[in-house]
C-alpha cells in the first residue's frame, strides 16, 4: 500500500506462502504498531506459532510486550529472532534477562552473537558448534559456516580482536554452566522461547532461525469449537458464555477455556476453518475482495459445499487462492494449518466459520472496545455511492466500526476505533481505492460502554445522561453509550445502577 511507503510503517497484515525445507510455511506478518492491534490480535488466532522479532538496539518495546503476554496466554509457542545484530546492540544476556521478566518466560539462545557493538561477526550455533562467519559479500551471500571445535578454534579466533574474543567467551562460558538444556515441551507449551540472533535486512541468521523453527515448531493444533447450529437446533448442549467478557478492554486476549464444547482435531474428517481476515483491492490487477481461511480439520477442495455457519447456509468454495504478496495462484485442495484465500462472497464476516460438519463453530476472533471516534463527512455529494460502498467494504473488514447517534438527524457516520492511525488508513484507501475523498471531524467521545440487551425504546428515554454523554447504536443495533471521559462514565454507573455497562456488546448468536 502506497500509505505504508509514505508512513514508513506496515498499516495491515499480509499473509504469504512459500515452501522451505519441504515444508509448506504460511507467513501472516502483523504490523507492529499499536493501532493496529485489532488486525494482529485476529491474525494471532490464526497461527501455531509466532516468531517474534525483537530490535536488539532496543529490547522489548511495550507493543511487543503486549503480544507475547497474548501469545503466552493462548500457549502459542514463541520464536525469538533478535535483529539488527549488524548494528551496535544491547548485552545480548541483557536482552534475554528481560525477556525472562518482562515476559516472565524462559529464554533459550540456540545460537549467540559474536561482535555487539556494530562490529558484527556473526553467531556461534551452541547446538552444531559452528560458527557462521557474518561477512558481507555483494549480492547477500555468506561464506559457508566453519565447524568449529569451540569459540578458540584456530580459524576463529585470528578473525577476532581479543576484547571480543574475551567476551564471547566468557558469555558462552556462562551460558554453559547456567547449564539449562534445551527443553522441547517447554517450547510447545509456550513458556520458554528459543532465541535466535542475527540481521534480518541483510538474510543472516534468517535461515538458522527458520530450521530452527521447522524442527521445534509444532503441527496444527487440534482447535476449541463452540456450540454449532446442529446442536444448537437439537438442545443438545448449552449456549456458550458470552466470549467477549474476557476481552475486558483493548489488549486483553479472549479466554479459550470458557468456550468448551469440544476440541476439533486437524485430522477430523469433517472440513473446518473460520475466517481470520478480509481484505479487497489489495491488487490493482484484481479489483476484488478476499477472505482468508484458515483450515482447522479435514480436506479442502475446490467446489466443494460448506455450511456458512452464522448464517446457516450452504455456499460453494469455488474460486479459492495461495497468496504470494500480490501473486495469486489457484488452489484445488488445503489441509489443516493452510491459508487460503476466497475469492467474492460478500457475506463472509470476520470469525465466520465455513464447515461441512453443522456441529462445529468457531469463535476464535477477539473484540476490542474503540478508544477513540470521530465522524467522517462525504464533502463531494456526487461521489456518495463510492463513499458508501467504499465505507460498507472497510467495515467489513473490520478496520473501524460505526456507530449510530440515537435522536439524531444528521447521518455523517460515526467511526470508532481502537487508535486514529486506523481513521488515516480509512480516508486513504476511500480516496485511493473508490475514489471518494472525505473529511474527518474529531467526535467529543473518548469512551464508549455497551447497555445490556433486551432494553426498550422506554428504559432508553428513562436514562439519565452525564452532559455530553450520548447514546448510539453499533451496526448490531446494540445500544451503547458515548461518554467525554472515564469519569463521566463512572459518574453513570453510579447513577444508573439498574443499567450495568459493558466494555464490549453481547456476543451475536451463530445461526
Ligand atoms: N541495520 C539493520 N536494519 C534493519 C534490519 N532489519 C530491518 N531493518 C530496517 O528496519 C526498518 C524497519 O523494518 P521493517 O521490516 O519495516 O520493520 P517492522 O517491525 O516489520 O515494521 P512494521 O511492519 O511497520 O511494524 C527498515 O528500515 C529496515 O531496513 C537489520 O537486520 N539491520
Ligand atoms: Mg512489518
Not at 198 to 205: A, H, K
Not at 319 to 328: A, D, M, Q
Not at 417 to 444: C, H, I, K, M, T
Request: net charge negative.
Amino acid at each position: 500500500m502506497e500509505l505504508e511507503r509514505k508512513r514508513g510503517i506496515s498499516v495491515s497484515s499480509t499473509v504469504l506462502q512459500f515452501e522451505y525445507g519441504g515444508f509448506f510455511i504460511n507467513l501472516l506478518d502483523t504490523p507492529g504498531h499499536k493501532d493496529f492491534s485489532e488486525d494482529t490480535y485476529r491474525v494471532l488466532t490464526a497461527v501455531d506459532s509466532v516468531i517474534m522479532v525483537i530490535d536488539s538496539a532496543k529490547g522489548i518495546e511495550t507493543q511487543t510486550r503486549k503480544l507475547f503476554e497474548v501469545c503466552r496466554q493462548r500457549g502459542v509457542p514463541i520464536f525469538t529472532f533478535m535483529n539488527k545484530c549488524d548494528r551496535p546492540m544491547r548485552d545480548p544476556l541483557m536482552l534475554l534477562d528481560e525477556l525472562e521478566k518482562v515476559l516472565g518466560i524462559g529464554a533459550f539462545p540456540v545460537n549467540w552473537p559474536i561482535g555487539t557493538d556494530g562490529d558484527f561477526k556473526g553467531v556461534y550455533d551452541r547446538h552444531s558448534r559452528q560458527v557462521h562467519l557474518f561477512e558481507r559479500t555483494v549480492g547477500g551471500q555468506y561464506r559457508a559456516p566453519v565447524s568449529v571445535g569451540g569459540i578458540g578454534d584456530p580459524v576463529i579466533r585470528g578473525r577476532l580482536d581479543d576484547q571480543t574474543f574475551h567476551r564471547v567467551s566468557e558469555e558462552l562460558g556462562m551460558l554453559d554452566l547456567a547449564g539449562e538444556s534445551f527443553d522441547l515441551d517447554a517450547v510447545l507449551a509456550g513458556t520458554t522461547t528459543p532465541v535466535f540472533f542475527g540481521s534480518g535486512v541483510n538474510n543472516f541468521g534468517v535461515q538458522l532461525l527458520l530450521d530452527g523453527f521447522l524442527k521445534y515448531s509444532p503441527g496444527p493444533a487440534a482447535r476449541r469449537s463452540v456450540v454449532g447450529q446442529a446442536y444448537r437446533q437439537s438442545g443438545a448442549a448449552s449456549a456458550r458464555s458470552n466470549g467477549a467478557e474476557s476481552t475486558g478492554g483493548s489488549d486483553a486476549p479472549p479466554d479459550r477455556q470458557d468456550a468448551c464444547p469440544s476440541m476439533v482435531q486437524p485430522a477430523h474428517d469433517a472440513f473446518s476453518g473460520f475466517i481470520f481476515k478480509i481484505q479487497a483491492n489489495m491488487d490493482p490487477k484484481h479489483r476484488d475482495r478476499i477472505a482468508f481461511v484458515r483450515i482447522c480439520s479435514g480436506r479442502f477442495e475446490r467446489d466443494m459445499t460448506v455450511v456458512h455457519a452464522r448464517t446457516g447456509k450452504k455456499v460453494r468454495l469455488s474460486s479459492s487462492h495461495k497468496l504470494f504478496g500480490n501473486e495469486r495462484e489457484t488452489v484445488d485442495e488445503g489441509y489443516a494449518g493452510d491459508i487460503i484465500g476466497l475469492v467474492g462472497h460478500s457475506e463472509f464476516g470476520i470469525g465466520d466459520t465455513l464447515t461441512t460438519d453443522p456441529a462445529i463453530a468457531y469463535n476464535e476472533i477477539p473484540r476490542f472496545t474503540p478508544e477513540t471516534f470521530c465522524y467522517l463527512h462525504n464533502p463531494n455529494t456526487g461521489k456518495y455511492k463510492q463513499f458508501r460502498q467504499g465505507l460498507d467494504q472497510l467495515l467489513q473488514e473490520g478496520v473501524v466500526q460505526v456507530l449510530h447517534l440515537r435522536d439524531s438527524a444528521v447521518k455523517v457516520p460515526l467511526l470508532a476505533a481502537v487508535g486514529p492511525l486506523q481513521f488515516e488508513v480509512v480516508q486513504y484507501r476511500l480516496e485511493a481505492e473508490y475514489g471518494a475523498p472525505s473529511r474527518r471531524e474529531d467526535a467529543p467521545f473518548n469512551v464508549v460502554r455497551w447497555l445490556p440487551a433486551g432494553l426498550k425504546d422506554d428504559d432508553l428515554d428513562a436514562l439519565v445522561l452525564p452532559s455530553g454523554a450520548r447514546i448510539a447504536y453499533d451496526t448490531d443495533n446494540h445500544p451503547c453509550v458515548l461518554f467525554s471521559s472515564e469519569w463521566s462514565a463512572n459518574y453513570f454507573v453510579e447513577t444508573n445502577p439498574k443499567f450495568p455497562l459493558a466494555a464490549l456488546p453481547p456476543v451475536k448468536e451463530v445461526a
